[in-house]
């Protein structure tokens, strides 16, 4: 794992750590059956992730943002289109993918150390797995409560544990679906700020779907703006816009606040800024 | 970047320390079973009374002290521990025979919808049938010996594992089985990883039925077609009117059931503490 960073890594591990991929989504779409007509909930949706980059999906609730995430995934399939990893077609749950949901999502009966564990690629030997959760929960923070029950540690902490086993499957892609959108607003912070340390040590392509404009101006290097035009209409990409300036970004960057203007914007939002009455 | 330490009351609790405030029973185990045996006690003591006073003849209803001696005597002529002993033998196969299919057949039916749609129904008729309603025929398919009445006991266990694992697999948190299926569990792997603890108490409430219906067909099964066991002792003794061997063999029916009962408790109480 290339938290060596922190620790030095297991000399004889190969180092299979770097791995970030591309992930393309060409003409995505999606339609649900609705009694007897069909609700299309996405439409040519059509944007490239590139290999390393954060990539922030931004929309309104119910948009489609997850099932886009999810068709990456391959826990969906899209009804049109298809969803590119590294140039070869998403089919079926994919190696190369690791998710982070909005809840936690951790087995109960299992230790945070063992669930860690749940995310480790198959046929891993033992000793190495063992070094990759110690790595991991160390750059979580989660050392000290790694032999607790996820009911005994809080919510932040839970949210941690989930992506320390999303990491452990040393994905080239990493999903992270609203993860921080349970989180009280200052866990969320901590948590924003403990993605660019993961993303420091792991480089990998990151898709966040977030409905919070601030996280992804603070995340992401480039934020997509899922929206509709009509209340019936499916959504599609409204805008994409790159971020600038390196991370972790000022919190109170002029450049960032005009941005979220805009993006607040492209949502419908009235951001009440003398510029926009 | 560190979370405040959750409430220590629930972390200790977590740990399987002791919670603070608990019933007073509860608290003394020995105070708990002496409480336990206070009700038996008094029924010995009325059966007692009712028998030496002359409310009933001894052929209706032999002393307590007559049923030991009864007890005493077959103890020494070797009897007593053969009856017990293939009782217990063919409740024990045929539970866990039984068990273990009940298991198998409800994890296939909870989890496949082919499966529940294709076999379910006719599952559910078997289950409709009374369990006496099968000895005739397994005796005229499988004979006298041990298999029919080891068959009997096994389709006794079958059903209430069957029927409470293939519910409560339908009803696992969705979540969780997702969040598994994405880090690449499917099949096997993700039933005994993710499903089956995810319904373990509902496994062992199913497991206690099934014990419980294993003793009743076994009784169901030596009734009717036994030369030994407790059952046949019932049916032997009331041919030659021996009250007290009868009474006998069904206290010692209530023990065996309630011991078993309380092993498989034990078993309850790690497992829960291992899975919830």
């Known amino acids: 794992m290339s938290t060596s960073q922190l620790s030095p890594a297991p000399p004889t591990a190969p180092d299979t750590s770097k791995r970030a991929f591309a992930v393309a989504f060409e003409h995505v779409g999606k339609a649900f059956p609705a009694g007897r007509e069909t609700h299309h909930v996405l439409q040519d949706v059509d944007v490239t992730a590139r290999p390393g980059e954060v990539l922030a999906i931004l929309g309104p609730s119910g948009c489609g943002k997850s099932t886009l995430l999810r068709a990456a995934a391959g826990l969906d399939t899209a009804s049109a289109g298809r969803v590119l990893i590294d140039g070869t077609p998403v089919a079926g749950i994919d190696p190369r993918c690791a998710v982070a949901f909005q809840e936690p999502r951790l087995l109960p009966w299992r230790s945070v150390r063992e669930n860690v564990r749940l995310g480790l690629p198959r046929g891993l030997p033992r000793p190495e797995g063992d070094a990759a959760i110690d790595d991991l929960l160390r750059l979580v923070g989660l050392t000290a409560h790694a032999d607790h029950r996820p009911r005994a540690i809080s919510g932040g902490m839970a949210q941690r544990a989930s992506l320390a086993r999303a990491l452990a499957r040393n994905p080239g892609v990493l999903l992270l679906d609203e993860p921080f959108g349970a989180l009280d607003a200052l866990t969320r912070l901590q948590m924003q700020d403990l993605l660019l340390t993961i993303h420091a040590a792991q480089p990998t392509t990151v898709l966040l779907v977030t409905h919070d404009v601030d996280e992804a101006l603070q995340l992401a290097d480039r934020i997509v703006v899922l929206g509709r035009t009509g209340p019936t209409a499916p959504a599609s990409i409204s805008t994409v816009l790159a971020v600038p300036g390196e991370r972790p970004r000022d919190r109170a960057s002029e450049v960032l606040a005009e941005l979220r203007v805009q993006l607040l914007g492209h949502l419908g939002v009235d951001a009440h800024h003398p510029a926009t009455r | ?276």
């Open chain 2, 1 to 276: 970047m560190r979370q405040p330490l959750p409430p220590a009351e629930e972390a200790e609790r977590a740990d399987g320390a002791p919670a603070p405030a608990v019933a007073a029973p509860r608290r003394r185990p020995l105070l708990r079973a002496v409480l336990g045996l206070l009700l038996p006690a008094a029924l010995l003591v009325l059966w007692h009374v009712l028998s030496t006073a002359g409310v009933f003849s001894a052929v209706q209803l032999p002393a307590p002290l007559a049923v030991l001696e009864a007890g005493i005597g077959l103890l020494a002529g070797g009897d007593l521990w053969t009856h017990v002993g293939i009782s217990t033998q063919r409740v024990l196969i045929g539970f866990v025979v039984g068990a273990g299919l009940g298991l198998v057949a409800g994890s296939f039916i909870g989890l496949s919808r082919w499966g529940s749609t294709l076999v379910g129904p006719t599952i559910g008729a078997f289950r409709a049938v009374p369990s006496l309603a099968w000895v005739p025929l397994l005796l005229l398919w499988i004979g006298l010996g041990e298999d029919s009445k080891v068959t009997l006991v096994a389709i006794g266990a079958f059903f209430p594992v069957y029927t409470t694992v293939s519910a409560a697999l339908q009803h696992v948190d969705r979540n969780l089985i997702e969040a598994a299926r994405a880090f690449g569990l499917h099949g096997l792997r993700l039933l005994t990883t993710v499903q089956l603890p995810a319904v373990m108490p509902s496994v062992i409430s199913g497991l206690r039925l099934a014990l419980a219906q294993a003793w009743l067909f076994l009784v169901a099964a030596e009734l009717l077609g036994a030369s030994m066991g407790l059952g046949w002792l019932l049916t032997d003794s009331q041919n030659n009117g021996r009250t007290d061997r009868l009474l006998l063999a069904i206290v010692l029916l209530a023990v065996l059931g309630k011991i078993s009962d309380a092993l498989l408790g034990v078993f309850e109480k790690w497992a829960v503490k291992k899975w919830a």
